[in-house]
């Protein structure tokens, strides 16, 4: 069964500090990782996609994959009250075709 | 803009009836179109995968018959819950694409509540 495993949190982090948020995989044909971010009753936004092993940035978001190890991160620099959310991590064998969803992780960014 | 349009964004009916929810792509074609329900402070569950033209492909554990997929045109899906009981309330979400390469849009939602 494939499953994406995230802690749930509640992740506290304070305002303008590094939040990091982590994701483990278990299917290992997964070749599409996707980081989303989800407001309370609203629809998952995308914030980050990456394919390769190593780091890719996007202002202040950076994701990070190691396949060998199966996981992948999202890291959120110069934390915002505006980033607290629930982040999903999301996994597909190809493409973006059939996402398999972690848990989520709610994140607060404290003033 | 949203370019995934899903209606109606909330919806209550009584348990028994049926309810529609659509999902619209608004400035592309959407080969596919994929169906997710969401129950509070879960993940999203992939219920089935719609491809324009042909039957939808369900998840495993997912009705069928209650959860009725139409996919006629390439910029509409819809989502019709049959026969609804209080435990179909949830958060429904559509998400469409266009060909190989082209990014996932996630429509709004549709909140379900069923009395």
């Known amino acids: 069964q494939k499953e994406v495993e995230q802690n749930s949190g509640p992740l506290s982090v304070p305002e303008g500090a590094i939040a990091s948020l982590n994701c483990t995989y278990s299917d290992r044909v997964s070749q599409s990782f996707f980081w989303y971010r989800q407001y309370s009753g609203k629809s998952p936004e995308l914030i980050m996609s990456?394919?390769?092993?190593g780091d890719k940035e996007d202002g202040r978001f950076t994701a990070q994959l190691n396949k060998a190890s199966q996981y992948v991160s999202l890291l959120i620099r110069d934390s915002q009250p505006s980033d607290s959310a629930t982040y999903l991590c999301a996994v597909a064998p190809f493409g973006n075709e059939k996402l398999t969803f972690g848990t989520g992780t709610r994140l607060t960014i404290i003033p | 803009g949203a370019v995934v349009s899903q209606h109606p964004s909330r919806v209550i009916c009584k348990s028994g009836t049926s309810v529609k929810i659509e999902c619209r792509s608004l400035d592309f074609q959407a080969t596919t179109m994929f169906w997710y329900r969401q129950f509070p402070k879960k993940s999203l569950m992939l219920m089935a995968t719609s491809n324009e033209g042909s039957k939808a492909t369900y998840e495993q554990g997912v009705e069928k018959d209650k959860f009725l997929i139409n996919h006629a045109s390439l910029t509409l899906s819809t989502l019709t819950v049959t026969s609804a009981h209080p435990e179909d309330s949830s958060f429904y979400i559509c998400s469409a694409k266009g060909g190989a390469g082209s990014p996932l849009h996630f429509g709004n939602g549709t909140r379900l509540t069923v009395t």
């Open positions: 990456i394919y390769s092993n």
